[in-house]
Structure formats: structure tokens, C-alpha cells
């Protein structure tokens, strides 16, 4: 098994592929370095979250959080400031 395998894709569309920025690297790990990613992935979110160690304000990155919600606590915001 090699060690930092890479493709390059040519990005379609292109006119011209004389730039780098015409192709996308596509890195290709192996089933066990995924397996590992999402396993040291997983507890460090899990000691993150039980810590607390996020702003209780930072939406992305997060389970259960996204843009609709930091979307939907800008709008109760500015409502609020209204009344």
C-alpha cells in the first residue's frame, strides 16, 4: 500500500488547463485511515460537547445545529429589538 496516494481531476468546463486551478486534487485514503478519522473525530466532538468548550453561539461544525438555526437566531434577534 502507498502512502499519500493522489489523483488529479480535470475540472470540467475548463477552456484551458494550463492552471493548477483547472484540476481537483482527490486524495485517496484507505478504509482504515477513514475508519480511524471518524473514530478520533467522533470523541474529540464528544469531549468538545461534554466540556463545553464551544460558545454556546457557534452553529457550524456541530450535531444537531446548522445555518437555519443561526438564520432563525438572528431573526428572533432583530424581532426583539423591535419590541
Do not use: W
Not at 6 to 23: A, V
Not at 41 to 48: A, G, H, L, P, S
Amino acid at each position: 500500500m502507498e502512502k499519500g496516494k493522489c489523483k488529479i481531476l480535470k475540472k470540467t468546463g475548463k477552456s484551458n488547463y494550463n492552471h493548477s486551478s483547472s484540476y481537483i486534487p482527490i486524495s485517496l485514503t484507505s478504509v482504515l485511515g477513514k475508519a480511524m478519522e471518524r473514530i478520533i473525530t467522533t470523541r474529540i466532538e464528544c469531549y468538545v460537547e461534554s466540556e463545553n468548550i464551544l460558545d454556546i453561539e457557534q452553529e457550524g461544525f456541530r450535531h444537531f445545529r446548522s445555518t437555519t438555526n443561526a438564520l432563525l437566531n438572528l431573526t428572533q434577534s432583530i424581532l426583539d429589538g423591535f419590541n
